[in-house]
């Protein structure tokens, strides 16, 4: 069922793509918090790449195409025209440590992921548990396709099955895909239409923060701004707000 059109349109209005200086300044932190955690996270990749590598048939790394940046001009379809096909953004190659077996999709092709999924490896389920298997997304981010927080990236087969069913799904590729966010660590990995819905709104909000900040940002000071502060404010307002909902109302 799709949201109402004053709604979407609302939620349109607070959405821009991410440029000027908060751009370079964001990117220029991810890109050195994104090296810093490939230098100390060495020994966990080799050891994790070693398990894989010996506990199931395949390869250590899973690749697959999945959809990032939207960058074009909302609401301007006459500015779009050079793309043949509309996949919703830039495409780009996502890493991951393989956490299922490798004929996995074979027979069902992309699916939704299930509880106690049985495709998935023993050791595969450890690493998704804690998000171990995301770790190697942060050489994307080193080339600049992901940022640390930000919407997940989905494939460009479900992400043109939900944007028919999610009139604000195709919002969240306003901003930079990133390897966590506040979807993720508010709720668990996609099972139905619903779990996308609750993550949606997450992933808004989140984007919604970020551009507050970047007003804040447009005086001209250099305030270097971490994408866990972004999280924690955003956090903050959330509970604020939950907590003004459930406050008692006075005749």
């Known amino acids: 069922m799709r949201s109402s059109s004053g709604a979407h349109a609302r939620v349109v209005e607070e959405i821009h793509v991410e440029a000027g200086s908060a751009d370079w300044l964001g990117q220029a932190v991810n890109l050195v918090l994104a090296l810093l955690a490939v230098i100390v996270l060495f020994p966990v990749f080799l050891l994790i790449g070693l398990v894989v590598k010996l506990t199931s048939r395949g390869p250590i790394f899973y690749t697959q195409e999945r959809v990032g940046l939207d960058r074009r001009a909302l609401g301007r379809a006459d500015l779009n025209h050079r793309r043949r096909s509309d996949l919703g953004g830039q495409p780009f190659t996502i890493y991951k440590f393989r956490t299922m077996r490798v004929d996995a999709e074979r ?25 171990l298997d995301e770790l190697p997304q942060l050489l994307n981010v080193l080339r600049g396709e992901m940022n640390i927080v930000g919407p997940r990236p989905e494939r460009p087969s479900i992400f043109a099955e939900l944007r028919g069913h999610i009139a604000e799904y195709p919002l969240r590729q306003r901003a930079k895909p990133g390897i966590t966010g506040l979807a993720q660590i508010s709720h668990h990995y996609d099972r139905s239409l619903d779990d996308v819905r609750r993550k949606v709104h997450f992933d808004l909000e989140y984007i919604r923060v970020g551009n507050e900040i970047d007003g804040q940002l447009a005086d001209g000071r250099a305030i270097a701004t971490t994408p866990a502060k972004a999280l924690a404010l955003l956090r903050a307002q959330l509970a604020e707000s939950s907590a003004n909902c459930s406050r008692p109302t006075t005749m």
Not at 116 to 122: F, I, K, L, W
């Open 107 to 131: 027979e069902s092709g992309a699916v939704w992921a299930q509880q106690d999924d049985p495709r998935v490896t023993p050791v595969g389920r450890f690493l998704r548990q804690y998000r």
